[in-house]
């Protein structure tokens, strides 16, 4: 019991800080691993949490109180399995990938998740906001960005070798090359298979320095 009260409180200590894109390579790779590591082994608490969400915010539609909250706890079940199956395999991908750079942030690639933390109470995203084509927009965005980055992120090779060089140090750029490859191919294909769950809206690791894989060729 006394080990578990340690691990909920380290948690809770570790999770006090909001995590962005940081230019440490090494506070990157740390920042990813905890988050990831958290994210995975609580990533189930957001089923709790989105059924008391779910009555606390009810459905709109239904006018009567009582009906109007089963309904919203019961569509808050399903969202709360919706949100942890993201939550855990993003938390995977960081915690495993911790050595990756990444994009600075996600903001319009996939759902984002409603908070840090499965515990937190955070912002719900509305995909009937402004229009269900637009709120679920998101979703094949976070695809093609997942296939471009899994099957074009070599480009990143040659790109960054070709800035190295300009920059009077090529061997440096080809590694920096391979890395942010291998990078992209990490997030690409995590971007494809998890296309339909949410995901955190920012990275806490080191960014990349383009949008696409080919975009260093014109920096």
């Known amino acids: 019991m006394k080990k578990i009260s340690i691990f909920v409180l380290s948690v809770f200590l570790i999770s006090s800080t909001a995590y962005g894109a940081t230019e440490s390579i090494g506070e990157g790779m740390a920042k990813k691993a905890i988050r990831g590591a958290v994210?995975?082994?609580?990533?189930?608490?957001?089923?709790?949490?989105?059924?008391?969400k779910g009555y606390k915010k009810g459905f709109g539609p239904i006018k009567n109180e009582a009906g109007s909250k089963t309904v919203g706890t019961i569509l808050g079940f399903f969202r709360g399995f919706?949100?942890?199956?993201?939550?855990?395999?993003w938390g995977g991908l960081e915690l495993f990938g911790f050595w990756t750079a990444n994009r600075p942030d996600n903001e319009g690639i996939g759902i984002p998740l409603d908070a840090e933390y499965s515990w937190q109470m955070g912002e719900q995203y509305n995909v009937f906001e402004p229009s269900l084509a637009e709120g679920l927009k998101p979703i094949p965005v976070k695809l093609?960005?997942?296939l471009a980055d899994g099957l074009l992120g070599i480009l990143e090779v040659p790109g960054q070798t070709i800035k190295?060089?300009?920059?009077?140090?090529?061997?440096?750029?080809?590694?920096?090359?391979?890395?942010?490859?291998?990078?992209?191919?990490?997030?690409?294909?995590?971007n494809i298979y998890t296309c339909l769950v949410p995901n955190p809206p920012d990275n806490p690791g080191y960014p990349m320095s383009g949008k696409w894989a080919w975009s260093s060729f014109s920096e």
């Open 39 to 52: 994210n995975l082994c609580t990533g189930i608490v957001e089923v709790p949490m989105q059924i008391y």
């Open 82 to 89: 919706g949100h942890a199956a993201g939550r855990m395999s």
């Open 144 to 146: 093609g960005h997942g």
């Open 164 to 190: 190295g060089a300009n920059d009077g140090n090529a061997l440096k750029g080809l590694g920096k090359g391979v890395w942010f490859w291998w990078s992209r191919m990490v997030y690409g294909f995590g």
